[in-house]
């Protein structure tokens, strides 16, 4: 990481001009291919800028939606979002440095054809990734594979390429990537492995984003399916990776608190260093009131088989369970998920129930959590993963499993490696297909055929183990299901007002009262129809969360963003987006 930083530090000055619009200037104008890109270590400095496109550790956990709630909500779970003016994310700078340099680095200085492949793969890596992006926010963009000068009038004007020919080119460039790339094991740089995962991930979403979405006419679904079983199966096969394990109280939480990415499964990561004083606040993110109380949502809380293997919805009343009862003996990834009853902090014994005052629903989240020293404003040192082989596992099997050819051992070799971590029984698909779950059956509307069982099943795995890995809203569009974002958000059950000991230890925990706080020390003092809400008010329910603030999601235009209207008045051959009006 030390490495990356100073070579980034060193090459700013010189790449500032990349990061302004195509639209508005020469690439590069600082660099001049005559007197760059001389030597390998060229290639590696410039190369190293582009790793800004890998997401900060605050975009991959600060996961919003129907998974982790907080006080306030996003314009994509309100339905307020707008056509905005400029920005919306129609940013292209980063393209034009990856296309600078394809166009560039061999220029000035012929290398070794190895050598000029292993680089070229990598700057195609990004691209693949780029583009990736972009087609999931705005569906049809503009393909660039070259730098565009000022005078370059046909292409700056240029209509939206279709989505099809995008992502045919997107493939290109990440099958040359997967080709070409160093398969030197690494999660602080791109690698052939890297590669394998990107595609898993860009051909998963966009087969099931074909075949869920129908309105928009795009064909090859399966083929999509099918790349991404081939790239997921020669990860698997070639790939040094295993799944983490110690012990199933402790493997799952492990992953994600170490300092250091575990590089047996996590395959990139965004990396932080205290000694380098790169940190992020994750920690104080979950116990601070200032970063909106994350808690996770009921739903998601439900879904957490029982520890046998059994599914905790088909008890009687199962939302009227309070919190000491519902989580025992469920799934191990509960426990090192939420704060459950026993809970201590890392280096600690001191045992800690969840706390309102840090989690709007009660279930007070702990992954990516590590010790106290680290809990002061954007002080937590620890990587976090960006891909990782689990989520290459799950992409397997559900992509086999929309296909139609999963079968049991296909299940044994992913899903079964994920149950193994935390000791859990395993998915038979036969089970899984006779009886379907009512309770993701009301959830995910769109799934049917003789593989339903099987999907919903795939789907539970993928929500309770990537949680907070910045990949529901993505599940969410390529599934279309974002009528699940426009649903009243929840939290613990409460009988009503009256005091609770969470943790069973013999001590009240929460008080939820009306009238005046009582005048006592201790417990947590909720005050009923202000700091908490409950279904029933005094007669108990479930909290909920943001009861006063209406959520809609239009399924005839919020599963893409708009074009920014700037764009469109600089390019009138830039269409909008359906239904996204912006009265031009």
């Known amino acids: 990481m030390k490495k990356i930083t100073i070579l980034f530090l060193t090459f700013a000055g010189i790449l500032t001009a990349c990061q302004e619009d195509f639209l508005q200037r020469e690439p590069l104008a600082e660099i001049s291919p005559n007197s760059a890109f001389k030597s390998e270590q060229d290639l590696r400095l410039y190369l190293n800028s582009l ?86 926010t705005f569906g049809d963009v503009p393909w660039y594979s070259t730098t565009l000068s000022t005078n370059d009038e046909e292409d700056l004007l240029k209509s939206r390429d279709s989505r099809v020919m995008v992502m045919d080119s997107v493939l290109a460039d990440i099958d040359y990537a997967i080709a070409y790339m160093t398969e030197t094991q690494s999660s602080e740089f791109a690698t052939r492995w890297t590669a394998l995962a990107l595609k898993s991930r860009l051909c998963l979403f966009e087969g099931t984003f074909r075949k869920y979405h129908p309105e928009f006419n795009l064909p090859d679904a399966d083929r999509y399916l099918t790349e991404c079983v081939k790239a997921s199966e020669q990860l698997m096969n070639e790939g040094p990776y295993t799944i983490y394990q110690s012990t199933p109280d402790q493997a799952y939480l492990e992953l994600f608190s170490s300092l250091d990415a575990i590089e047996t499964e996590v395959i990139l990561a965004r990396k932080y260093s205290e000694s380098l004083q790169l940190m992020h606040n994750v920690n104080y993110y979950t116990i601070s009131p200032s970063y909106g109380k994350p808690g996770l949502e009921k739903k998601l809380v439900n879904s957490y088989l029982m520890k046998d293997g059994t599914r905790f919805t088909d008890q009687a009343d199962y939302n009227q369970i309070q919190f000491y009862e519902e989580t025992q003996d469920r799934d191990p990834r509960l426990s090192q998920t939420i704060r459950t009853p026993g809970y201590t902090r890392i280096g600690s014994s001191t045992e800690l129930a969840p706390n309102f005052g840090a989690s709007v629903t009660g279930y007070q989240v702990i992954k990516f959590v590590t010790e106290e020293s680290n809990d002061s404003n954007q002080q937590s040192p620890n990587d976090i993963p960006v891909f990782r ?194 009265g031009l």
């Open 51 to 136: 790793y800004s496109v890998v997401p900060d550790a605050d975009d991959i956990y600060n996961e919003r939606y129907d998974n982790v709630i907080v006080s306030t909500l996003d314009d994509e779970v309100t339905g307020k979002r707008v056509v905005p003016v400029d920005g919306g994310g129609w940013y292209w700078g980063e393209l034009r440095k990856i296309n600078y340099f394809l166009e560039n680095y061999n220029k000035n200085q012929q290398f070794e054809e190895q050598v000029a492949r292993t680089y070229e793969a990598e700057a195609r890596f990004f691209r693949a990734w780029f583009y990736f992006e972009k087609v999931k």
């Open 389 to 582: 082989y689990a989520e290459v596992l799950l992409n397997f099997a559900e992509a086999k499993a929309e296909l139609g050819t999963l079968t049991q051992a296909d299940l044994d070799i992913s899903i079964q490696l994920l149950r193994d971590r935390v000791a859990m029984p395993p998915l038979i698909l036969a089970a899984a297909n006779d009886d379907p779950d009512p309770y993701l059956q009301g959830q995910y509307t769109q799934v049917s055929g003789t593989n339903t069982g099987v999907v919903l099943e795939i789907r539970r795995e993928r929500r309770i183990e990537l949680v907070m890995e910045n990949l529901r809203w993505d599940d969410l569009r390529r599934w279309k299901e974002g009528h699940l974002l426009a649903e009243p958000f929840k939290g613990m059950y409460f009988p009503g007002i009256g005091d609770y000991d969470l943790d069973n230890d013999g001590e009240v925990d929460v008080v939820i009262y009306t009238g005046e706080q009582p005048d006592a020390k201790g417990p947590q003092y909720l005050k009923l129809g202000s700091e908490i809400e409950l279904e029933n008010g005094a007669a108990g329910g479930l909290v909920v969360v943001n009861p006063n603030i209406p959520k809609t999601f239009d399924e005839s235009r919020d599963y893409l963003y708009p074009i920014p209207i700037q764009e469109r008045l600089l390019n009138e051959n830039l269409s909008q987006n359906p239904n996204w009006n912006d």
